[in-house]
């Protein structure tokens, strides 16, 4: 059974700094796609960055410079460096994993991954 355990989210002020992690357990494929996702109040879930095991990235527009997407496969770990905090950024923020073969086409798909985390809360404020 494959778990998600997002920890490091917290309350910042602008411009400040967080480091997401992402504990995965139980995926034993070699190949994947994973993610990070946020909802904000009021509105749809939507693509932060992804990763492939490839090691092909990608990321949305209004993060793009400011965070950055990494995997530390000796600790089954996914991380979001996220520098430069906006209010805007402020969120519930997901990590997901799904298929390589379903997720390098689709990697702001939220259909495309199969395991979700439960969310880590990330607040920021002016």
């Known amino acids: 059974q494959v778990h998600l355990v997002e920890s490091g989210g917290g309350s910042v002020q602008t411009g400040g700094s967080l480091r997401l992690s992402c504990v995965v357990s139980?995926?034993?494929?070699?190949?994947?796609?994973m993610g990070w996702f946020r909802r904000a109040p009021g509105k749809e879930r939507e693509g932060v960055a992804a990763i492939d095991s490839d090691g092909v990235t990608k990321y949305e527009y209004s993060v793009s410079g400011r965070f950055t997407i990494s995997v530390d496969s000796t600790k089954n770990t996914l991380y979001l460096q996220m520098n430069a905090l906006k209010p805007e950024d402020t969120a519930m923020y997901y990590c997901?994993?799904?298929?390589?073969?379903?997720?390098?086409?689709?990697?702001?798909?939220?259909?495309?991954?199969?395991?979700w985390g439960r969310g880590t809360q990330v607040t920021v404020s002016s």
């Open positions: 139980g995926y034993s494929y070699d190949s994947y796609g």
């Open positions: 997901a994993v799904g298929l390589y073969g379903n997720t390098w086409y689709r990697k702001f798909d939220s259909g495309a991954y199969n395991y």
